[in-house]
């Protein structure tokens, strides 16, 4: 009834393995806790053989384990993997969501139009030095474009600099520190980033 945890989930698969190796195990993850993608890939490490999983995690109540969320997840994992062809995610949730007149929301993980959109000045600035520092995966994996900077209330200068910079605008650091303050103060001020 979706009230797994990932500890009890790890537990049950390993003592059913134990005991019956032969079988083969395939596990079924309702949501209503908000587990449903961690309970399926935690059985998936502790030896199931198959998780069963829904596009956009559509399902009963809360749903089901989320397609896009266990194949991103089992691609990152060190032990496991997947042969689903994660480039083509994006699509599919949305080509889904479509169909279901149930959009996907814009945090849903893997395939929400903001889950590659970053405004923090500590973010931006390592993923300016290297995409993967703050995210599990690149956007281009799971079908969508690059990853996109927001200037707003908690950009730093390294941002400032990078957004100005694809408009032909060259600025020195110290510069661009005072720029991004005035630009922080400019969207506190409207509650909102600046155009």
């Known amino acids: 009834m979706g009230i797994s945890r990932p500890t009890g989930t790890d537990r049950l698969i390993r003592m059913l393995k134990n005991h019956a190796p032969e079988i083969s195990l395939e596990f079924h993850a309702y949501n209503d806790l908000g587990m449903a993608t961690a309970n399926a890939v935690t059985a998936a490490e502790a030896g199931a053989e198959a998780v069963s999983v829904t596009v956009n995690g559509l399902g009963e109540r809360a749903g089901n384990a989320a397609l896009e969320e266990v194949a991103a997840a089992l691609h990152t994992a060190d032990n496991i993997g997947s042969r689903i062809d994660n480039a083509g995610l994006a699509g599919l949730c949305a080509h889904v969501a479509e169909l279901s007149a149930r959009p996907v ?44 900077m927001v200037i707003g209330s908690h950009s730093g200068a390294c941002a400032v600099r990078a957004a100005l910079a694809k408009h032909g605008i060259k600025m020195e650091p110290g510069l661009a520190a005072e720029f991004a303050a005035r630009v922080r103060d400019l969207a506190k001020k409207k509650q909102r980033p600046p155009s």
């Open 105 to 148: 929301p814009a945090a849903k993980p893997v395939t929400g139009s903001a889950v590659f959109t970053h405004e923090s000045g500590l973010h931006c600035a390592g993923l300016l030095k290297n995409p993967l520092s703050y995210q599990p995966f690149c956007p281009q994996e799971v079908g969508r474009g690059d990853w996109r």
